[in-house]
């Protein structure tokens, strides 16, 4: 057993026992990866601030997320091909999650479904939903989901066209996988990704397929994208969403302070600021760097929360100290699913609640909850002058 210090070990060991077309479309980001490596590079610029001689006996992590108590502030992000990283990752990210006390949220293009993360789990996950042109598909994945007793909607609205990632292309990236000598050369020494693989069911889209007029090929992130999602997404029907919902929604993919204003206005429980893993907007900004004036519009209104770049405790905590309520990591626990299926994303968690347990301590405090912008240096241009 290999010995697991931080999320980058996690990530080698990913990388060497997964395909590479799975392990390169988690580590990817759109077109020249500028945003994608800039919401990592950005936390660097953040320094903690060391204080001494304070009292850190009982400390705790404990908070809340929309009202829901958590271990730690970290949730699970939506990851589309989850169960592909690793047979039934859904289903093992899902549990992994429960036993920890931090929220999972599936993703509509997930491996397994809303029913198969449900009968395999007990307790309540979110459902990341993205708004298809077909109504009727909508419609049932809503009440599918609230059969399920899903506790949020989570409503991702930067991905209605697809940011274009050089490798998935290169690659041929689709689930499961198209049959050629490549593939088959390089799945044939994924020994134990191709042995779970085959005892498993579930090794297509299955939110989709069955439940959606057919796209063109429903093996492919990238034609479903072009063909099913509804580029006329607009504030108004997100609010009509919202209302046959009828319960916490969670906006996700805001990177602008008019944006979160009108997030705020259409009424939403949280929202998160993310470029969606730097895998859209290429040259957008961080989010990390944008957090501090989307808190200063709304902090007070609604829940804001952070995406994109978060690989370590220290990261979490920086986001914490700009102000965020939670964030949401993806990579991070993806790598420890590709990794060590399970048991790799239980440890990622323990990596990240160690980190920010232990960097808590020694910048003097000992309740998450009262984090604030005194814990952190922060350089005077870090957010820039952007006219
Ligand atoms: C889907 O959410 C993706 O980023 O590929």
């Avoid at 989570?154 to 990632?165: E, K, M, N």
């Avoid at 939110?207 to 429903?218: E, Q, T």
């Avoid at 910048?363 to 912008?373: A, L, M, Q, S, V």
Wanted: charge should be neutral; hydrophobic fraction near 40%.
């Amino acid at each position: 057993m290999p010995v697991i210090t931080c999320i980058d070990d996690l990530k080698r060991l990913h990388k060497l026992r997964t395909p590479k077309m799975f392990y390169d479309y988690c580590e990817s980001g759109s077109w020249t990866e500028q945003t994608f490596r800039e919401n990592t590079s950005d936390f660097d610029k953040i320094r903690l601030r060391q204080r001494v001689a304070v009292d850190m006996s009982n400390r705790t992590t404990k908070t809340t997320m929309i009202g829901r108590d958590v271990a730690m502030p970290v949730a699970l992000a939506p990851v589309g091909l989850t169960g592909m990283q690793r047979a039934d990752g859904e289903i093992k990210a899902a549990r992994a999650a429960e036993k920890f006390g931090v929220p999972f949220t599936l993703s509509t293009m997930s491996i397994c479904s809303i029913e198969d993360v449900r009968e395999n789990t007990k307790a309540p996950f979110w459902f990341q939903l993205y708004v298809m042109r077909d109504e009727e598909f909508v419609d049932n994945i809503i009440q599918r989901a609230k059969n399920a007793g899903v506790d949020a909607l989570v409503i991702t609205l930067d991905l209605q066209i697809l940011g274009q990632r050089h490798k998935d292309l290169k690659n041929g990236l689709s689930a499961p996988p198209k049959l050629t000598a490549k593939s088959i050369i390089d799945m044939g020494w994924r020994v134990q990704w191709g042995l779970e693989m085959l005892q498993t069911k579930r090794r297509t889209f299955r939110n989709i397929v069955g439940h959606a007029k057919s796209a063109s090929d429903m093996s492919s992130l990238s034609a479903w994208t072009a063909e099913q999602f509804e580029p006329r997404l607009d504030w108004s029907m997100i609010a009509r969403l919202k209302e046959k919902w009828g319960g916490k929604v969670i906006l996700k993919g805001v990177l602008d302070v008019e944006d979160a204003k009108k997030a705020v206005e259409v009424g939403c429980d949280a929202i998160v600021v993310s470029n969606h893993g730097g895998r859209q907007l290429d040259g957008a900004l961080s989010s990390i760097r944008v957090l501090p004036s989307i808190v200063e519009a709304v902090g007070d209104q609604t829940e804001v929360w952070l995406d994109s770049g978060i690989r370590s405790g220290q990261d979490v905590l920086k986001a914490l100290c700009l102000g965020a309520k939670g964030v949401m990591i993806g990579r991070a626990y993806i790598h420890g699913l590709g990794a060590m299926g399970e048991a790799g994303v239980t440890k990622a968690l323990e990596v990240i609640h160690k980190e920010l347990d232990i960097s808590m301590a020694l910048c003097g405090r000992r309740d998450i909850n009262t984090f604030d912008r005194d814990m952190v240096l922060v350089p005077d241009d870090f957010e820039g002058r952007w006219a």
